[in-house]
């Protein structure tokens, strides 16, 4: 095979490449078994399904589907807008907060940059960062969690950005409100602090920073959220970034006219309207979760205690374990490249893919 002989831009070079949950086809194809005796537990997703008020809308939307989307998505802004309590200009809607996350780097990074983040961070900040050339700045976790005055003292004049997720994927710990209301006071006007809120709204008493946003006191606080978790979209790509107009309107420049398709826009909209599968999302959510402690601790398998809905057990050696339970059809997650090589992220299922996985994990670590 001839070699590519291209220059690429220096940044690909050391560029972390994102390794995602393994698809349930793949493994069926990789292992010959049949995809519908194979679970998976391994991207967060909501195991009671899409949202079935988004799944009404979007079969509405198929039929103008010859159409391009609305570049604006006037509609679902406005229907946004109504539910958090902002204006449209406060809003920006992202081809998943990914797509949100990459918006803020080429808007703020460059090289000689820095942006700060946790020891355990979310995968894409540090992609989103050495893609556009800036440096990562990772700062020791504290319990696995945030150490949110140690993240403030590593600004510098250098830094543009500070991504911090609450909770925070993929250790599930809580950053504390007081924490949190001192660092959005005390982070210096030239940082933009991105509160990744991804699974806020697994929470029951989450802290509101939708005050500061309406208050436009703070230009520096970008907010995301994602219809991926909760609302089960994750296969959509739909995801929102909540800000100051000034930092929208910068963002915006960047994004690409169509960056949300209309089935996406619809089932959003839809999504907005579903209360009744929050709820029952939520509800599932929690249980699992205090299965999952209840159970895990019986096994003497430590844990992390989780605000979202997944959670990391400490398991030895990760990988091996991940593959064990891969032959049985149960698909979690490794964590070896999030520097956590002993520990498996499992996202929170049915009752009855939470006790298949249970006793999987069980089955592997030879504790059956
Ligand atoms: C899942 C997740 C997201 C959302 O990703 P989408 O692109 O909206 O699907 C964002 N941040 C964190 C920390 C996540 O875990």
Not at 47 to 75: I, K, T
Not at 212 to 230: A, E, Y
Request: hydrophobic share 45%; aromatic share 6%.
């Amino acid at each position: 095979m001839k070699r590519a002989s291209l220059q690429f831009n220096p940044a690909i070079e050391t560029l972390p490449v994102y390794q995602p949950g393994r698809p349930i086809d793949e493994v069926a194809r990789e292992l010959g078994l049949q995809a519908d005796s194979i679970i998976k537990l391994a991207s967060n997703e909501n195991p009671l399904g899409p949202s079935p008020r988004a799944v009404a809308a979007m079969q509405q939307a198929l039929g103008q589907l010859h159409l391009y989307p609305d570049g604006n998505a006037f509609h679902l802004k406005r229907k946004l807008a109504a539910a958090l309590g902002v204006e449209p200009a406060n809003l920006i809607l992202g081809n998943g907060s990914n797509e949100i996350l990459e918006f803020v780097g080429h808007a703020l990074m460059a090289p000689g940059a820095e942006v700060v983040v946790s020891e355990y961070c979310f995968a894409v900040y540090p992609i989103v960062t050495r893609l556009c050339g800036a440096e990562l700045v990772s700062v020791p976790a504290r319990q696995f969690g945030h150490d949110l005055p140690a993240m403030l003292a590593a600004v510098t004049p250098l830094t543009r950005v500070m991504f911090v997720a609450n909770p925070n994927n993929p250790t599930g710990t809580l950053a504390a409100a007081a924490d949190v209301l001192r660092l959005i006071e005390q982070v210096p006007p030239h940082v933009l602090l991105v509160m990744d809120e991804a699974y806020i709204e697994f929470l029951d008493e989450p802290q509101d920073l939708l005050p500061l946003v309406r208050r436009s006191d703070r230009p520096n606080l970008l907010l995301t959220r994602t219809f991926s978790k909760i609302h089960g979209l994750a296969g959509t790509r739909i995801g929102y970034g909540i800000g100051h107009p000034d930092v929208i309107a910068a963002l915006e420049k960047i994004r690409q006219p169509f960056n949300i398709n209309s089935v996406a826009q619809a089932g959003a909209g839809g999504a907005l309207d579903d209360h009744e599968h929050v709820k029952r999302t939520r509800r599932n959510n929690s249980d699992g979760l205090r299965y999952f402690e209840r159970e895990l601790a019986q096994a003497g398998i430590e844990f992390i205690p989780s605000s979202a809905n997944f959670i990391l057990a400490r398991v030895g050696g990760g990988e091996r374990v991940f593959e064990a339970m891969q032959r049985e059809g149960v698909i979690i997650r490794p964590m070896g490249i999030y520097h956590l090589p002993e520990w498996l992220r499992i996202t929170i299922g049915t009752p009855a893919e939470n006790g298949r996985c249970l006793s999987a994990l069980k089955r592997a670590l030879g504790r059956a």
